[in-house]
């Protein structure tokens, strides 16, 4: 998924349209948080999983 992508799935999700589930959101977010981390940007990870969970309103476990 670009990030383009993304960037209209937020804009959905935030706008209330329900154009994409918690569910899909918080995988697609995940997704990301998988690619950045093999990337080497592991703070970025860190981020997207901590978003990825807020979107159930969990805690995130992220190990140092």
Known sequence: MTSLDMNS??????????AVSPLIL???LIAL???ADRAGFTGTAEQLLRLACAVFDEV????H
């Open 9 to 18: 799935l937020m804009r959905s999700a935030i706008a209330g349209r329900g």
């Open 26 to 28: 918080s995988d697609r």
């Open 33 to 35: 948080a998988r690619d």
């Open 60 to 63: 995130p476990y992220v190990a």
